[in-house]
């Protein structure tokens, strides 16, 4: 084997080692979970995931207002398009696409009517019926 060979041979087993020991680094620190506090710029971006989170929570709850009160006026305008109901004896409110109707009807049929118009409009999960019915007399 010449002097060349072997600084060849030695020189890929220098390499070889260092991977290896490189490789052992790595895993070692991998599997015991050791890590080093977060920088700054990971702080920072940490704080500002969980700004835009809670930005989004909190858009998503303006949302559920806006969507309950578009509720309530769909209902109310379906209940004035309504013949034989009359939209000033109906009060409605809307609680996450729970709709409550209430007040004083006419009649038992008027009751039924009022929430069957209410279940049509979209975004209306159910309806409750609070509604009483006028006594003659």
Do not use: F, Y
């Amino acid at each position: 084997m010449t002097i060349s060979n072997r600084w060849a041979w030695i020189t890929v087993i220098v390499l070889a080692l260092s991977a290896s020991a490189a490789c052992q680094k790595k895993t070692s620190v991998e599997l015991t979970g050791a890590r080093s506090e977060p920088s700054a710029s990971e702080q920072a971006e940490k704080k500002m995931d969980d700004a835009a989170i809670n930005t989004r929570t909190q858009t998503e709850k303006i949302g559920d207002k806006i969507s309950d009160a578009t509720i309530t006026t769909k209902v109310k305008s379906a209940i004035i398009g309504e013949p034989g109901l009359k939209a000033t004896q109906i009060e409605v409110d809307t609680v996450n696409g729970v709709v409550t109707l209430s007040g004083v009807v006419n009649a038992p049929q008027n009751a039924d009517q009022a929430v069957r118009v209410a279940k049509t409009v979209e975004g209306v999960k159910s309806v409750n019926n609070k509604l009483s019915v006028k006594t003659s007399g």
